[in-house]
């Protein structure tokens, strides 16, 4: 059964909720995912008193860490399908044709 937020400690709720505010940063050209824009945490800090900012912050760092390997493994994983597919010339039909 997948967790709720509401599973885990106060400090990982708020790191969750201040991640979620702030913008996401995707690479141009190729559309590979960056992590976050972090310019703007100190106003969301102040915006939403957050005292234990430290901690928050270190939260914050390991799951865009782990979003970030995760977003990377599954962009690996749909270049290599497709890879696969154009490796294998083409469209195979699967039906019998009897004339």
């Given amino acids: 059964m997948p967790l709720n937020p509401s599973d ?8 969750f909720f201040m991640f979620s505010l702030l ?31 430290k901690t928050i912050l270190y939260i914050m760092k390991i ?11 599954q962009a690996e994983i749909k270049r290599k ?3 696969r597919k154009a490796k294998s010339g083409g469209k195979h039909y699967t039906h019998n044709v009897k004339g």
């Fill in 23 to 53: 913008p996401e940063h995707w690479e141009g050209m190729s559309g590979t995912y960056m992590g976050k824009y972090w310019d703007g945490i100190e106003y969301f800090f102040k915006l939403y008193e957050v005292d234990d900012r």
């Fill in 8 to 15: 885990f400690p106060e400090e990982v709720q708020v790191a």
């Fill in 81 to 83: 399908n497709e890879a």
């Fill in 63 to 73: 799951y865009e860490s782990k979003l970030v390997n995760y977003r990377a493994e």
